[in-house]
């Protein structure tokens, strides 16, 4: 390969510009042209390229979001957007693509490598590190950590007013940030998507922290949860137990920004070398990820299919611990 081009798509996550940085300075260690493609397939569709450099890309390992801007293109859903797409792909004499995002920029990268023929290859990048083939996606620590601080201070005037609080944090299917934050800030309950939960089975949680002597809590739900909203679980609870003074908060986009971590930095250096590797390699539709300190190739198919499993060993964890 001579030309790669490389693309940030769907929801954003910190140490995209890390694997981006990556991405261009391998690329240019092996004399590989690289192009940066904006706004992620709105760009590939709109022309929408610029020629990296080494020096292109400095100083951006430290910063949250991505220089790249990232979208979701409902025109690439379209065979005629894809047609565009691959056009301007041919004019540039483009051969191969490395797109970092979640499991829907893998089906798009898929789709269209199947269409026409260019490589591929995805870089996990999303904070809800539900993606299969790696052990932790790109910003799922950063987001873990800027969750457990929030928590931490939602805990200091809990406990000082005596409050119950539920708070909400990103995963719409997935509760490993939920899970993780919950057990490093000693939540009460934990609850998400993965386990079936009821409001008798909370309720009867809050007695026992009662009976403990405890006399504040929080209580850590996923986005996605079954069991309805964060405003319709404070609503019950509060018919439940009249007593207690509730209050809700949603921890939202704070969740998807910040300086990435030292291990969010790391794991997008070494999959965005590991990307363009894999490329000069010869391979395609396959997502570049890190199994226990291994890089390692995984059918896009397969990254799009299976799912991360959350360690339901942490549920029994929290339980025993949180009382
Ligand atoms: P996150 O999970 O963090 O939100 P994501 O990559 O799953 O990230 P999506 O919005 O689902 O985010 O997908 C990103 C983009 O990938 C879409 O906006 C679209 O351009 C493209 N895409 C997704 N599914 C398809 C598909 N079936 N065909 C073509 N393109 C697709």
Redesign the pocket.
């Known amino acids: 390969i001579s030309k790669i081009g490389v693309l940030t798509?769907?929801?954003d996550?910190p140490g995209m510009n890390a694997a981006i940085r990556a991405v261009v300075r391998t690329a240019n260690h092996y004399n590989i042209e690289c192009y940066g493609i904006r706004e992620?397939?709105n760009g590939l569709i709109h022309d929408d390229f610029t020629r990296m450099g080494p020096r292109s890309v400095k100083n951006i390992i430290t910063e949250g979001g991505t220089i790249l801007k990232s979208?979701?293109?409902?025109e690439?859903?379209t065979t005629e957007g894809r047609k565009k797409a691959y056009e301007n792909l041919v004019k540039r004499g483009i051969d191969a693509l490395v797109c970092i995002?979640?499991?829907?920029?893998f089906?798009?990268a898929k789709?269209f490598s199947e269409e026409y023929g260019i490589r591929v290859i995805g870089i996990p990048g999303?904070i809800?590190n539900d993606i299969f083939g790696t052990d932790n996606t790109i910003g799922y620590d950063t987001a873990l950590n800027t969750a457990m601080d929030a928590i931490d201070k939602i805990r200091d005037t809990a406990t000082s007013h005596n409050r119950v609080f539920f708070v909400e944090v990103m995963g719409r299917d997935a509760g490993f940030i939920a899970l993780n934050s919950g057990i490093a800030t000693g939540a009460l309950d934990i609850l998400i998507p993965e386990k079936k939960d009821s409001i008798e089975e909370l309720f009867a949680t809050f007695e026992k922290a009662e009976k403990a002597g405890k006399s504040s809590s929080i209580v850590v739900v996923a986005e996605g949860e079954q069991l309805g909203s964060i405003y319709d679980l404070a609503k019950a609870t509060k018919n439940g137990f009249p007593d207690y003074d509730i209050r809700v908060v949603v921890l939202g986009h704070i969740q998807r920004g910040g300086s990435p971590s030292c291990a969010d930095r790391v794991l997008a250096s070494q999959l965005g070398y590991g990307a363009v590797i894999g490329l000069m390699e010869g391979q395609t539709k396959v997502m570049a990820g890190m199994q226990s300190n291994k890089l390692v190739y995984t059918p896009i198919e397969e990254a799009i299919k299976k799912h991360n499993e959350i360690d339901k060993n942490l549920l029994t964890i929290s339980e025993i611990l949180a009382i």
């Not at 979208?71 to 409902?74: I, K, P």
């Not at 995002?101 to 920029?105: A, I, Q, S």
């Open positions: 798509s769907g929801g996550s992620g397939y979208a979701r293109s409902l690439f859903k995002g979640g499991d829907g920029t089906r798009g789709i999303t809800d």
